[in-house]
């Protein structure tokens, strides 16, 4: 009998060992596993994460050099969150790979800008000039939507991102539209007339909007704002929140503003 007992002391301890070392199913807890693209995203997480550490909030991030994986390894499980992507781009993924993901709340914009070498102002845009676009689905379209918001083109009303070249209704100045790798487009520019360049590349190639940028994208309405993205299941998690409260703040705010000069804008009131 005291065998049994003991035995049956052991199989309790073991189950509830195991227990211990699990996720809760619906219970995010500490480390909050981040992932995040390279470059301001994650230069602003590691900031956010040595503030919160002060706190012992505990922080992992997970930095990823494409914009695939980090969405693929949310849903499946080996993030808590990721952090890098605009609403539009998330419901191009979403519809097309089937994730349930759920945007939480928005942290910093990337404006889109246009760059030139070789011109000082719009005004000296000639007809028949290069201009180089990102070649990606959604990217082609932001870029088309900046040049119509700088009075270069028109394009059907009330249309998104889903737009392409071949959607341009009005183009005064003949545009020749080259489609480029986002990555590559400042390392061409000098074999084309202008670029509409994402932030996040300008900034790599010491491209700023405050000194550089002939035309800079909205960033007020949040369209192009990247948010925090988790599971959908996980959603109404506090520990977001938690999070949000040390990356939402003024000093952040302020950390940003300084160290990017326009190129990244935080979108929190």
Same mark, same amino acid.
């Given at each position: 009998m005291k065998k049994k007992v003991l035995l049956g002391l052991g199989l309790s301890a073991f189950f509830l060992l195991g227990a211990c070392g699990k996720k809760e199913t619906g219970s995010i807890e500490q480390p909050l596993t981040i992932g995040v693209t390279s470059g301001p995203h994650e230069e602003i997480i590691e900031h956010v994460k040595e503030a919160a550490s002060k706190d012992g909030f505990d922080i992992e991030v997970k930095v990823f050099d494409d914009f695939v994986a980090p969405n693929?390894?949310?849903?499946?499980?080996? *993030?808590?969150?990721?952090? /890098?992507?605009?609403? !539009?781009? *998330?419901t191009e993924i979403v519809q097309?790979?089937? /994730?349930?993901?759920?945007p939480l709340s928005p942290t910093i914009t990337l404006p889109m800008a246009i760059y030139s070498d070789s011109l000082k102002s719009l005004d000296d845009i000639k007809k028949g000039a290069k201009v180089g676009l990102p070649n990606s689905a959604t990217q082609e379209g932001r870029a088309l939507l900046v040049l119509q918001d700088a009075d270069l083109i028109t394009l059907p009303e009330g249309v998104g991102q889903e737009v392409t070249v071949n959607d341009v209704q009005e183009n005064p100045y003949d545009l020749e539209f080259i489609l480029v790798d986002a990555a590559q487009l400042l390392l061409r520019l000098k074999d084309l007339d202008f670029a509409v360049v994402n932030s996040n590349y300008a900034i790599d190639a010491g491209y700023f !909007?405050?000194? @550089?940028?002939?035309? %800079?994208?909205? @960033?007020?309405? *949040?369209?192009?704002?990247?948010?925090? %993205?988790?599971?959908k299941e996980d959603a109404d998690e506090e520990i977001f929140q938690e999070f949000l409260n040390y990356y939402q703040t003024e000093e952040v705010k302020e950390f940003i503003l300084e160290k990017y000069r326009g190129a990244v804008i935080p979108s929190w009131d």
């Open positions: 693929r390894a949310l849903a499946d499980g080996d *993030l808590d969150a990721n952090l /890098f992507q605009t609403k !539009p781009y *998330l097309t790979e089937g /994730f349930e993901l759920e !909007p405050d000194d @550089s940028a002939l035309f %800079v994208e909205d @960033s007020e309405d *949040l369209k192009q704002a990247n948010y925090l %993205v988790t599971r």
